[in-house]
């Protein structure tokens, strides 16, 4: 397997996150290893898309978000889930790709579909929160033996308040792959 180097999260958000699909996201922690294949994403493109947290500028929970590319923008939502971005574009515009679910690969084993459901199988939170995706422990890599794939897309997920930037079709999934979210439109 192949980390996935920086070069490939400084471009257009839309394109690393189509791309992103297919790959490995690896965590080793306490002496395991997990791997989950990425299935099912959502682009935030910068401040002037309305569903995303750059939209309402630069804070002290966002701040990752702006840059450098290839960190991990990690929140808290609901008052239980943690959610992994990754950062993409240029540092300063504010843009990340959401992972929203993983196909088990090795040691997950619970179910990972849905954005709080994966980073709890994977055992990421807060403390991962501006991690360089470069490193040794959390990254997203290229697997030994890609296969090909037919990507479908979709509205966001839960994203309703952002008005015209609700129906932008920015969410991007595996067709037909069962891991993907119950908010799946295939």
């Known amino acids: 397997m192949q ?21 490995w996201l690896v965590h080793r922690a306490d002496g395991i290893e997990r791997i989950g294949r990425i299935v099912e994403v959502e682009a935030y493109v910068g401040p002037h898309d309305l569903a995303s947290h750059s939209s309402r500028g630069l804070t002290a929970r ?15 939502i609901y008052g239980m889930y943690y959610c992994l971005n990754v950062v993409t574009e240029r540092p300063g515009h504010g843009a ?10 090795k040691n997950l084993n619970t179910r990972a579909s849905g954005p709080g459901l994966l980073c709890r199988a994977m055992g990421i939170d807060r403390r991962h929160n501006g991690h360089d995706l470069l490193s040794d422990d959390l990254f997203v890599a290229e697997p030994d033996r890609p296969a090909r794939i037919l990507i479908a897309r979709s509205p966001r997920v ?13 969410r991007f999934y595996i067709r037909g792959n069962p891991f993907v979210s119950r ?3 295939d």
């Open 3 to 23: 980390k996935l180097p920086r070069a490939f999260y400084a471009r257009d958000t839309v394109t690393v996150a189509r791309e992103l699909l297919g790959k």
């Open 62 to 76: 966002n701040q990752v978000m702006f840059g450098p590319p290839g960190h991990a923008y990690v929140y808290f």
């Open 96 to 105: 990340a790709v959401l992972l929203r679910a993983l196909e088990p690969v």
């Open 158 to 170: 839960g994203v309703a308040y952002a008005r015209h930037w609700a129906r932008r079709h920015l």
């Open 183 to 185: 908010a799946r439109s």
